[in-house]
């Protein structure tokens, strides 16, 4: 009789999700393990480059990647679904309309979501950075917009408000300060008409950079005529307006939201240890008080050796997987397990596609200079997931829209 083959569910496509898969492909041997990945969507898209598909400065096959074309079919087997639940008992994952899945080794990594602090009107009116799907939609919105404008001329259709002047806050008006003065020229609009605002509730920008790299970013926001509002916290966002704690209302169909992330809401229906929404782990990411389940990602929290928790970044993410793909194959084995040791090698954030700022390896860096050290960074990953031959060809492949799955636009 044949034996049957231990099952091991991985749950999320994300950054975590796949260098598992992908590592799993590479250590395990023929007949070892029967290893499932499971994503919402059939793609996989790159986090850290979501802000221009919202812009539109980047066609969708450079940020959106087919998962089946990024695995090895006879090693891993991709399961499109969405998890609703896990019997921790049963040792099942529950997919919608698709039944359950056993395992014998879990790996949940379900992603991000976003945080809106119970703001009214978030949920319904702004516009989330999300997903690749969420991203898309803040694209076609934005091209509403200027066709709506040549037809009623309403200017607040031309204001284009990001709440948050954060790492991803910054990085969406680089790309504001690209895209805007392309779509005037295309819908023959001026571009005094238009207004980009940043809106953050604290006094600074760019938090854990050096004060080099915030003044290089003020300058240059501020030399696009950039408008900066710190110390100022948004109390609403309406349909056609964001209203401030100063009392200030400002006319606006275009709330893009990037002030924090949480813990996936899935984990908050699970029977897990949480802290601040995250799933406690140990030193070898797996859920404390569970030999067979581990957690990374946004959704774990994991501490330094310090005991501080480390940052949602798709550098902790990816260094993660790194650590749990091994060990996931260690279990499997009856090997010993490595501590996850996250070893920080710098953060470069892009202001459009012609300026960004960063600290690499202890090199502060601004300008084109930095700019291109982040095309270094995406450039990387595309390497740890298929090596230089697939790192080559995407970067070569011709541009195009392909993945045009959208969400509803609701801010019209």
Known sequence: MKKELPKVVIVGGGYGGIIVSKQLEKILKPGEADVTLINKHNYHYITTQLHKTSAGTSPDNRVALNIPDLLQKNKINFVKGTVYDIDFEEKRVYLDHQGALEYDYLLIAPGFDVNTFGIPGVDEYAFKIRSFRNSKSIHHHIIHQFKSFKEDHDLSRLTFAVAGAGFTGIE??????????????????????????????????????????????KNYLKKHDVEVMTSTKIVECKRDSVVLDNGYSIPCRTLIWSCGVRGNRLLEKLNLPLVRGKVEVDEYLRVKGMEDVFCIGDAAHSLDRDGRPHGATAQVAIQQAQTCGPNIAAVLRGQPLKPFVYKHK???????????????????????????????????????????????????????????????????
Do not use: W
Not at 194 to 210: G, H, K, Q, S, V
Not at 382 to 390: A, E, K, S
């Open 172 to 217: 969406m008006i680089g790309e504001l300060v690209d895209a805007i003065p392309r779509l005037c020229r295309e819908f023959d609009i001026p571009v005094h008409k238009t207004r980009i605002i940043n809106i953050e509730a604290t006094d600074a920008i760019l938090p854990f950079f050096d004060k080099k790299a915030i003044d290089f970013t």
């Open 346 to 412: 710098g953060t470069v954030a892009s202001i459009g596609s012609r300026a960004g700022v960063g600290n690499v390896f202890g090199l502060k860096i601004t300008g084109l200079f930095a700019s291109f050290m982040k095309q270094i960074v995406e450039a990387r990953y595309l390497f740890i997931l298929g090596g230089p031959f697939f790192m080559t060809k995407q970067m070569l492949k011709p541009a195009s829209n392909v993945f045009m799955e959208t969400a509803p636009t609701r801010n019209k």
